[in-house]
RNA sequence: GCUCCCGUAGUCUAGUCCGGUCAAGGAUUCGGGGCCUUCGACCCCGUAACGCGGGUUCGAAUCCCGCCGGGAGCACCA
C-alpha cells in the first residue's frame, strides 16, 4: 500500500485522502504567526540589565549604526534596563581622529532616533582607572613591554615568531611599564603586548597590543595621557567597572570578545556575555565614512543631513521617520548573517506610515507651457482634495486653465493622443514636444472624467517654482501648484506621481523656489 | 594563507539548539485582478526557496561528514 501511493503526484494523493476521510482528514492548516522579534537576553533579569552604547565620535550616525542604536534601544524597553552612552574617545589615529564637533552631534542623532541613555559617559574620563588593571595583568605574567617597530611586529605574528622581550619576568616588565608611563619612549617605540599564545590558529589573536603611546592632542584632554588603552582593553575594564550586563555588538567585534574573556580569566573577574549580529548594507547606499566625512568637510556634500550621506539625519530630511527606520531594522532579529537589503524595503516600512496622513500636491518637474485651444471658461479654477481617501484632510482652491505647466517627459510619451488633465479634463497633444522651458498648444476635447492616461499638471498663472533634491544630490527644477507657497518647513507632502518629499527645514514661507527633499515614491 | 561566522524564493526573515504538527510561515519585490479621477494607498489572487554531495533515521530545512559559495578579522583604528 505504502509504496503504492509513492511516486504519486500531490494530488493525485490528496484526491485519495479526499475519499478516504473526506474534508475532515484535511483540515485548513493553522496560520502560522511570525516569529518573535528579538530573542530573550541570556539571564536578563528585568530592572536589572546594564547596556552600552559605544559610538567613536568621528562622524555622525548613519543607516549602518541603525542596528546597534535600536537593538538596545529595544532590550533596554524589554527588560525596563539602563543604556549607557560611552563615548570610544580613545585618541584613535592619525586617519581617524576624535573631533570634538561630533560628540554633539551623536547626541543629536541619539535625540532624533527616540534614543535617550541614562548616562553619557566619556572613555576619555577613564584612562587612569585603566592603569591598575594593566598592573595586575602584568603581575599575572599576561602582559610584556615590546619593543618591536610595528611592521616587524605585524610580520612576526603572522609567522608566530617571538620577539625578544617576550621572555620579560613580571618584574622587568612592571619597570619597562613605568617607562611607557614616565615619558621615557617615544610614540611608537613601546607598547604592552598581551601574552598569548604565539601558536594560536588565530593569527588575530597572537599577542595583541594592549597599551600604546600617543601623544596626539585629544579634543577633551588633551595630553594629559600619552598611554592609551586600546578598545579591547579599554572595554575589559569598563564592562565590568560600568557594570554592564550585557553587550550587543556588531560580529565585526567577536575578535574583541575573546579578548576581554581572555582578560576577565586571567584576573579571576566574571564578565558579561556577548551578542551578535551581522552586517547590515542598505543596497543604495554604498556608504564609506571616510568619503562622507571628506565630502562634507570639503563642502561638496550639503553638510552631513546631505542624502549622499545616509546620515540618520539626512534620512529624517527626507521624511523617513525614525520610527519607521527602527521597525525596519528590528525585522533583521540578531541574524549572524551579513545582508544587503535595499532601500525599498525601509521605504514600504516609512509609506504606510506616511500615506494616510500626508496631503497631496500637484508638481511638474521640468514644464513645458501648454496652451489649450477651446479651454471651458468655467474652469478656470478647481478645488482638490488634499487625500483621495480621507475627506477630513480637507479641499484646496487650485488656479487652473487654459494655461498649464505640463511635464516635458509626460508630453512625449503620449504625443498626439488624447489624454486626460487629472481631476479636470480631456485634452489632445499636438505630435510634436519642444523641449522643456517651451510651450505648445493642445486642444480641449471634453470635460467628463474617461478612462484616458491622466497627467499631473499646474495652472500656469499660480506656479511656484520648486527645487527638489535628489538622493543623488542633484537638483530637479519644476513648478507646483499656488498651495506650496504656504508650506512650512519640515512638511512632508506627496506630489502626486512623483514620491513624497519633505520641505527642508530652513524654508520660509515665500520663499523662491520652495526646497524640498525627495524622500521616495 | 590562517581564524571565526553565515548560506531558506529576486531581496530580507521565521523555523535549525530539542528531527515528524514545514505539502516551509511573514515582509518586500514582481505579475494578474478589483477599487479610487495618482504610476500612490487599500483589497484579492498568483509566481517563487531549504547551496551541492554523502551519511544517520521509519522520517532531515533541522543531526553528522565532505565540498562549494559569501562575509568579517588577522592595525601601536574603533
Redesign the pocket.
Known amino acids: 500500500m505504502v509504496a503504492e501511493l509513492e511516486g504519486l503526484p500531490?494530488g493525485e494523493?490528496?484526491d485519495r485522502?479526499d475519499r478516504l476521510g473526506g474534508p475532515e482528514a484535511?483540515a485548513p492548516?493553522?496560520?502560522?504567526?511570525?516569529?518573535?522579534e528579538l530573542?530573550e537576553l541570556p539571564g536578563a533579569e528585568p530592572g536589572k540589565v546594564v547596556l552600552r552604547l559605544?559610538?567613536?565620535p568621528s562622524g555622525g550616525l548613519h543607516i549602518g549604526n541603525g542596528r546597534m542604536l535600536f537593538v538596545n534601544q529595544q532590550y533596554r524597553e524589554r527588560y525596563r534596563g539602563r543604556l549607557l552612552l560611552v563615548f570610544?574617545?580613545?585618541?584613535?589615529?592619525e586617519?581617524?581622529r576624535v573631533e570634538t564637533e561630533f560628540f554633539e552631534m551623536i547626541l543629536g542623532d541619539l535625540d532624533l532616533a527616540g534614543v535617550r541613555p541614562d548616562a553619557v559617559l566619556y572613555?576619555s574620563d577613564r584612562i587612569s582607572s585603566h592603569y591598575p588593571w594593566a598592573r595586575r595583568v602584568i603581575e599575572k605574567g599576561g602582559a610584556y613591554v615590546?619593543?618591536?617597530?610595528?611592521e616587524l611586529?605585524?610580520e612576526n605574528?603572522?609567522h608566530g615568531l617571538a620577539c625578544p622581550e617576550r621572555a620579560q619576568v613580571p618584574g622587568e616588565t612592571l619597570v619597562e611599564w613605568e617607562k611607557m608611563l614616565d615619558g621615557s619612549y617615544a610614540?611608537?617605540?613601546?607598547?604592552l603586548r598581551l601574552r598569548t599564545d604565539l601558536a594560536d590558529?588565530?593569527?588575530?589573536?597572537?599577542d595583541?597590543?594592549l597599551f600604546?603611546?600617543?601623544d596626539l592632542d585629544h579634543p577633551r584632554v588633551g595630553h594629559r595621557y600619552r598611554v592609551?588603552?586600546?578598545?579591547?582593553f579599554s572595554w575589559a575594564v569598563d564592562d565590568v567597572e560600568l557594570g554592564v550586563t550585557h553587550v550587543l555588538r556588531g560580529?565585526?567585534?567577536?575578535?574583541?570578545d575573546r579578548m576581554e574573556r581572555y582578560l576577565w580569566d586571567l584576573l579571576g573577574v566574571q564578565g558579561p556575555p556577548f551578542l551578535h549580529w551581522?552586517?547590515l548594507r542598505i543596497?543604495e547606499a554604498k556608504v564609506s565614512k571616510s568619503k562622507s566625512y571628506a565630502e562634507v568637510k570639503s563642502g561638496l556634500y550639503d553638510g552631513w543631513a546631505d542624502p549622499r550621506t545616509w546620515s540618520l539625519r539626512s534620512l529624517d530630511r527626507r521624511g523617513i521617520a525614525m520610527e519607521a527606520l527602527r521597525e525596519f531594522t528590528l525585522?533583521?532579529?540578531?541574524?549572524?548573517?551579513?545582508?544587503?537589503?535595499?532601500a525599498?524595503?525601509l521605504?514600504?516600512?516609512n509609506?504606510?506610515r506616511l500615506?494616510?496622513s500626508t496631503v497631496?500636491r500637484s508638481f511638474v518637474a521640468e514644464p513645458v507651457r501648454v496652451e489649450v485651444d477651446g479651454y471651458p471658461f468655467d474652469l478656470a479654477e478647481t478645488t482638490l482634495a488634499n487625500?483621495?481617501?480621507r475627506p477630513e484632510l480637507g479641499r484646496r482652491a487650485v488656479t487652473a486653465g487654459p494655461e498649464f505647466l505640463l511635464a516635458r517627459t509626460?508630453l512625449v510619451?503620449h504625443a498626439g493622443h488624447e489624454v486626460?488633465l487629472?481631476?479636470?479634463v480631456n485634452v489632445r497633444l499636438p505630435a510634436d514636444i519642444p523641449a522643456s522651458g517651451g510651450s505648445m498648444r493642445a486642444t480641449f476635447t471634453s470635460?467628463?472624467?474617461q478612462r484616458l492616461?491622466?497627467?499631473?499638471w499646474v495652472g500656469a498663472r499660480d506656479a511656484v517654482p520648486v527645487d527638489v533634491l535628489e538622493i543623488d544630490g542633484s537638483h530637479r527644477r519644476g513648478v507646483g501648484e499656488g498651495a506650496l507657497r504656504a508650506a512650512r518647513p519640515r512638511e512632508i507632502f506627496?506630489f502626486?506621481?512623483y514620491g513624497f518629499v519633505r520641505v527642508d527645514a530652513d524654508v520660509s514661507p515665500g520663499d523662491e523656489p520652495v526646497r524640498v527633499v525627495f524622500g521616495h515614491?
Request: proline share 12%; aromatic share 4%; with cysteine.
Open positions: 500531490v494523493l490528496a485522502l484535511r492548516r493553522p496560520k502560522r504567526a511570525e516569529g518573535p530573542p559605544a559610538p567613536f570610544d574617545d580613545t585618541v584613535g589615529s586617519e581617524k572613555k615590546c619593543r618591536c617597530p610595528a611586529l605585524r605574528r603572522l610614540p611608537g617605540a613601546a607598547v590558529p588565530d593569527p588575530a589573536f597572537r595583541r597590543v600604546r603611546i600617543s592609551w588603552p586600546l578598545l579591547e560580529k565585526d567585534l567577536v575578535m574583541e551581522g552586517i543596497r525585522s533583521f532579529g540578531l541574524s549572524l548573517a551579513d545582508i544587503e537589503v535595499p525599498e524595503t521605504y514600504a516600512e509609506r504606510k500615506d494616510a497631496r487625500h483621495p481617501d509626460d510619451v486626460r487629472k481631476d479636470l470635460r467628463p472624467n492616461p491622466r497627467l499631473q506627496q502626486e506621481r515614491a
